[in-house]
């Protein structure tokens, strides 16, 4: 079987997901030690805390782009929100978690680019980046202060934009 060409985010040329079960489910943490969690409605970064919920994001891959730079889209687990990248209303790119279904994104034959992430091996191969396809430089980030929004961000400043990953097996 090909793979696309990160061995540790590959899906399988050809992979057609029957439903939200075929799609990869990530846990992610950035190299501060802060993993992603839905806190009223809002994807923030937190520090690991006594029976803290575990959240995966569910990764399915953009094929209305060029697979070579792995375009992808992240939603919740459940598949029902997605993250998203828009202006904000001073005109810089914001992360939004939005009420869309990742399936009907995965199998909607445009670019959506606004929902795509090019997916990075980046710093290590137990790293990786994820950059906004809308916002080419703008990248999933954190802040270093805990529990604050994961927003978007250029790669070297003062936000992370490393993260670890966990596969969920299904």
Same mark, same amino acid.
Do not use: C
């Given at each position: 079987m090909d793979y696309l060409? =990160? $061995? *540790?985010?590959?899906f399988p040329v050809g992979f057609e997901p029957k439903g939200l079960k075929g799609a990869l489910m990530?846990?992610? %943490?950035?190299?501060e030690q802060k993993f992603l969690y839905l806190k009223n409605n809002v994807l923030v970064a937190? !520090? $690991?805390?006594?029976?803290? !919920?575990?959240?995966?994001?569910?990764?399915?891959? +953009?094929?209305?782009?060029?697979?070579k730079k792995q375009p992808?889209? #992240?939603?919740?687990? +459940?598949?029902?929100? /997605?993250?998203?990248c828009v202006k904000s209303s001073e005109g810089q790119p914001?992360?939004?978690?939005?009420?869309?279904?990742? #399936?009907?994104l995965y199998f909607k034959p445009e670019k959506q680019? =606004?929902? /795509?992430?090019? =997916?990075?091996?980046?710093?290590? !191969?137990?790293t990786c980046s994820f950059e906004s396809a809308?916002? !080419?430089? %703008?990248?999933? *980030? /954190? =802040?270093?202060? $805990? +529990?604050m929004p994961v927003g978007l961000s250029? $790669?070297?400043? /003062?936000? +992370?934009?490393?993260f670890y990953f966990e596969k969920k097996v299904q």
């Open positions: 060409e =990160s $061995p *540790s985010l590959a990530l846990r992610l %943490w950035d190299i937190t !520090p $690991p805390y006594p029976n803290m !919920p575990v959240y995966f994001m569910s990764v399915l891959v +953009n094929r209305s782009l060029d697979s992808v889209f #992240m939603g919740l687990e +459940n598949g029902q929100f /997605t993250l998203s914001q992360l939004k978690l939005v009420e869309r279904d990742i #399936m009907e680019l =606004s929902f /795509t992430f090019y =997916s990075k091996i980046d710093g290590s !191969p137990e809308e916002f !080419p430089g %703008w990248f999933l *980030s /954190t =802040s270093f202060e $805990p +529990n250029h $790669p070297g400043g /003062t936000e +992370n934009t490393l």
